[in-house]
Structure formats: C-alpha cells, structure tokens
DNA sequence: TGTACATCAGTGAACGCGCGTTCACTGATGTAC
DNA sequence: TGTACATCAGTGAACGCGCGTTCACTGATGTAC
C-alpha cells in the first residue's frame, strides 16, 4: 500500500513565483537598510546588496531599477512610521484636561518606543535626510515638512494657543519637530548602553516640556 | 646699453618651495570642501580632487595620507568657526539688563554672519555629522558637546537661573543647539533664494525667543 | 660669487579590484487547451 | 488529467571604467662649502 507523497523537505518551500518574487524584493529592502547602517546609501553598491541577498547582481534588475530606487521606497517606509507614531501621539490626547507633563511624558514614550522598533529606519532617514542622493534628500524633506504641518493642526487644539498667528504655531512646531529628531539620532546613537539611552529620554522630556512651558508663557510675552 | 632683466612673466611665480607647498595643500582642502558640497565625503575620490587641484593623483601623498585626514583638518576649521560664532555672541553679553529681544536677536544675526561666510565648512559639518566617516564624525560630535557644555555656561548667567540644576542648563543649552544646527542646515539649503533665507532667519529668532520664554518661566513651573 | 650635492613636490606608467550594466541563457512555474 | 507553450526570476560571461596605491623618475629649489 503506497503512502501518500510526503510533504517535501525542500530547501526552500515551492512557494507560488508571485510570492517568492515578493520575497526576494523584500530581502533587497533589508540588505540596503542594513549595510547602510554603516554606510551611507551613496556608498552602499548594487554588487554588495546583491551578495548580501544571495543573487546575482544582475538579479538586482527584476526588482528596482536603481539603488535610489530603494532608497526612495525606505523612505516611504520610514515616513510611514512617522505617521504612526503621529497617529499614537494623537490617541487620547482629545482629553484637555490632561497636565503638561503627562502629555509631553506620552510623546516621548511614543517617541522611545517607534525609534527602538524601527531603529535601522530612524538612522536611514537621519543620515539620508542631509546626506542622500537628491531625490531621496528631498522626498525626506517634504515628509519631515509634512510631519511638522500635521503638529502645527495638533498644536492649535492646546489651550491658551487660541490667538496665535499660523507662523508662530509653523515655528513651534518646527522646534518641537528639530528637537526631536536630534532626540531621535542620539537614540539611535545610543542604542545598546542603557545608561545612555535613559539618559538621552530624560533630556527629551525636559526639552519638550521646556519648549511647551515657553509656548504658554509665549502669548503673554509678545503681547 | 643692456636693460635690466624683466621680472619674469612666469605662469607661476618663482615663490619658495614651502610657500608653494603651502598653496598646493591649501587647494587640495578647498577642492575637498567644494566637492563635498555636492557630495558626502565618503564619494569623493583622492583622483577627483587631484583633477580639481590640477596635480597627478600620486602628487596627493605628498600632503595627506588619506582623503580622511582631509576631513578631519576640514572639520578643525569648521569648528574654528563655531568658536568665533560664540565668542562673537558672548562680545558685549556682560551687559545684563539688555532684553530679551536684543539678546536674541544678535544671537542670531552672529548666526546668519557666521554662516553666509562660511556656507561651505557649515554645510559640510552639517551632513559629516550625520554621515562622514566615523573619525571625521566622532571629531564633529565631540566639538559640538564642546559648543553645549560652554553654552551652558554662558546660559547660567541669565537672570533667573541661579537656582538651576547643571542637568537643566545642559538641557536647555542642548535645545539651543539642536535648533541652531537645524537652522544653519536650513540657511545654507536656502541660499541664494533671499525670501527663504529672510524666512528661516525670522523663524530662528522667533525659535530663540520661545526657547529663553520657557527657560525664564521653566524654574517656577518645576519647583 | 661659483660649484657640487641634497631635497622633495610633482610626474607617469602600471597594478589589481570592484563597480554598473549588457546580453543571451536556463529551467522552474504558470496557463491555455 | 495531460500536453504544449509562455512567462520570467535568476544565471554567468563579458565589457569598459574609475578607483587607491606602488614605484622609479625628473628637475627645480635649497644648502654647504
């Protein structure tokens, strides 16, 4: 009596050609994320990717016309979890009432939490932002400056902000927005020393809560 | 009757061999500058520069071992530089009872001064930063501490801070920095459009102005 | 001042190497009948 | 279900190029006597 065929010990399961396709485009993505960690992608070659992948370098061609190409998806991915981490910041905070350190607390921990999830994105957007081809530089540019538009909308919801003008609301936000990307390297920068690390999140809450104090003295001020 | 010898219409003057060393070496460091502004560092190439200088590559070992030890000297003028923009923002601060506006204000025209003359060290210590090799980019976040830890000094000169923690005057002058870097990175991309650099400059005074609100209000907010 | 020698910035040929890109190909997967 | 053909991800040889670095050299400038 003959068995029914065993379920092939393949070295790779014979998955449809769509999806292994789909595989291997993904593995492109993660070998230039990674060796750009230590590189910038400027010196990241197709040769290296394609050994990292394990294909042949011409192989490279049936998924992206150029590493720039790449460059310009993984910043797409990366400004996707910028608007995550807008969209967590967001949750709850409807609730006025809320005190300053508990709202700019929850914007940090928001912060400490995507950047160490998405670590290899946060450096690849820091690095590239100022060192990048063009087109990747500047389609960094545009998210960053979208980000900080966004914040702007969440910044006029604060109370005592009521009266200010759009460009002082732009300014704050680009404050806010300037100082948390310096917050986000040195986190990058620090990842792997504890001590480091927590000392880097605690600088972040002073500053945030420093910048908001300013905003609702700001008013008054100028006035 | 014989006439004096003419001076020689030489295409290179007869100047001293060490002069003219001098001036070989100084080319090859403007060459890199130059070329760095349209790349990183990491892309350029000892030949580029060679071409650029108009010497033949194997003539570059004469003055530097490595294009790396270019960046490095690059990196000790840049910071030069950030030296005399403190010093300049320090002349004549011993004067307490100016306002907060003036204060600020030739805070940040020392800013502007300082990076309009300099566009090409500031741009480069910018994306070095973030992206040079890692010597180049160890010197740079060392001299930029530097540049906080004396900041932090002069910030505790302000009226109002003599109760503060050294961690709040670090912080505060981290702050400072972080949204100073932001805005040099910002003048020198604006360049050359004079509405985006008038914006970027009101913006960094506007910045400036809401920081020292918050630190002028932070101690009572805290205690 | 004149001569003989030392120094050394810049030269030019040569090397081996990794690069991006071309091209014709292979052979497993997918599809039409 | 079985067969014949199409698709297409990955292959492998080959190309010309710019790279960093070596080496022996040249000839003007500098120095000792």
Redesign the pocket.
């Known amino acids: 009596v003959p068995v029914p065929a065993p379920v092939p010990a393949a070295p790779s399961a014979?998955l449809?050609?769509?999806e292994?396709?789909e595989r291997?485009r993904r593995a492109i993505l993660d070998a230039t994320l990674r060796l750009a960690e230590e590189q910038t992608l400027g010196t990241v070659?197709?040769?290296?990717v394609a050994k990292e992948v394990g294909?042949?370098?011409?192989?490279f061609?049936?998924?992206f016309a150029?590493?720039d190409d790449v460059g310009l998806e993984l910043v797409e991915e990366a400004l996707g979890a910028l608007r995550g981490m807008l969209r967590d910041v967001r949750r709850g905070a409807a609730a006025d009432l809320e005190s300053l350190t508990q709202v700019t607390d929850r914007s940090v921990d928001v912060l400490v939490d995507h950047v160490s999830r998405g670590r290899s994105h946060f450096l690849f957007v820091a690095r590239e932002r100022v060192a990048g081809p063009p087109p990747v530089r500047e389609a960094i540019r545009h998210g960053i400056e979208l980000f900080e538009r966004e914040l702007a909308t969440d910044v006029a919801r604060i109370p005592g902000t009521e009266g200010w003008s759009t460009d002082d609301l732009r300014t704050l936000s680009r404050l806010i927005v300037s100082s948390m990307v310096t917050t986000a390297e040195e986190m990058v920068h620090a990842a792997g020393r504890p001590g480091a690390a927590a000392q880097v999140e605690a600088d972040a809450r002073t500053q945030l809560r420093m910048v908001l104090v300013g905003a609702l003295n700001w008013r008054s001020e100028a006035d």
């Open positions: 014979p449809p050609r769509a292994r396709k291997t070659s197709l040769r290296q294909i042949v370098p011409t192989a061609y049936r998924h150029s590493l």
